[in-house]
């Protein structure tokens, strides 16, 4: 027998449970305790699994080359020969380790240090983001950084002034069209037709002629057709939509990977990726020749509808969530994640006034008077009427509880009705213009929460789509 250690006869020959290899007793108790390992196999071995072998004891014979003094001495020297070489070859592989030990370490520390100075950047650049200002060439106070206002070009400046003259000025006289819903009838609205679209986990509606588009986070885009209540045509936009739009014979979608793109007659005919990051809203200009879309990179820029091109951008100092058009054009609204809502110049791009909300916005309407717009936060069950000719606590001109967490909103032409939706589906606000008072006139439960709501034509109809991607349409039966 030898040991499996030493490869010597064992004095004390014990035998492992575990490998059942052979072991000298106190070789093998030694390396139990400090390695707790089988050598051979490398399984758990404690004390207890050696076993005793009892045999004879052996006296081993001394070799013959041992027993004269020059044997003896040439050993020795063969010994110390091997032992100088192996403390040799230690020493050279210690050089070798520390060798590498201090490149790796150096290289360790070179990454720390490009990681330290990056990150550094980073948060510098984060920091000036945050802190950049819209100026009009003035440089602005303390550390902020100053950035210049872009303004449309003339061509389109002029636009928005024509389209403002031309607005504003028949919009006090603009009665409310004939056929138009009443309050009596929208009272009656109920759920009349639902119906399941081929859209996962949609996020936006948009209307237009007597088409609704919806959108969702698979890319997935569903044309229905409110009179028929079918799907009449589907588009696959290959990104997680975010918000939508109808102006025309053009479907305008925005991303959540910062592209912008339109469709015309079922064609994609423009794609833009400006935002470096999610586009978080898009609105049309009432001439219809210009489209606003804003970001979570603190921007909004202008788009050119007849030429599709990029015409400016602006950088704000908080990321926006949602936008809208003033309704004659000459101002643009925009919510941001720090609970101000922002109104610019149209043509120019300066901020003209803000409004505090004390929470992220989530959607701004105006209506069509001109004078209001209609905002809410993300997570309210309130939207706050704010009257745009006045500033600070007095401009909050109504404050209107609807029980839920609001999602979406929309203002009728009339400027009478306020659609609001949410987790428990949709209301209907009415503002008395006689007796200068609001009250809810309609509440409707939709299947599932609501993501977006809007008006068809006359208000004759409410439409809205849940979450799931199915369309109620909201209509009283006696009309």
Known sequence: MLCAISGEPPQEPVVSKVSGAVFEKRLIEKYVEENGKDPVTGEDLSPEDLIVVKSSRIVRPRPPSLTSIPALLITF???WDALALETYNLREQLTRTREELATALYQHDAAVRVIARLTKERDEARDALSKVT????????????????????????????????????????RPVPKGWATAEDISAFEVGTSNPLPVSQATSLTIGGGYAAVAGLEGDVAIYSIESDKVERSLKIDEPVTGSTWVGSKVIF??????????DSGSEVASFLDHAGPVTGLSVHPSSEILATVGSDKSFIFYDLVNLQRVTRVFTN????????HPDGHIFAAGTSSGEIKLFMTTT?????????????QAIEFSENGFWFAATAKGQTTVTIFDVRKQGDKARAKVLDVGSAVQSLAWD??????ATAGADGVTVQHYNKGAKSWSEIARAGVNGAVEDVKW???????????????????FSRAQ
């Not at 100026?135 to 636009?159: I, N």
């Open 254 to 263: 925005a991303t959540a990977k910062g592209s912008v793109k339109i469709f």
């Open 318 to 325: 908080s990321a926006l969530t949602t936008c809208a058009f």
């Open 77 to 79: 020297q063969n010994e």
């Open 134 to 173: 819209v100026s009009a060439g003035s440089a602005s106070s303390g550390d902020a950084m100053a950035v210049d206002t872009e303004g449309l070009p003339e061509e389109l400046a002029a636009k928005v002034d024509e389209t403002k003259a031309k607005l504003s000025e028949s919009r006090k006289k």
């Open 456 to 474: 068809s034509d006359g208000a004759s109809k409410l439409l809205a789509v849940n979450r799931e991607g199915v369309v109620s349409v909201l």
């Open 413 to 418: 032409y009339s400027q009478q009705f306020l």
């Open 349 to 361: 791009g300066e901020e003209a006034v803000s409004f505090e909300l004390g929470a992220p916005v």
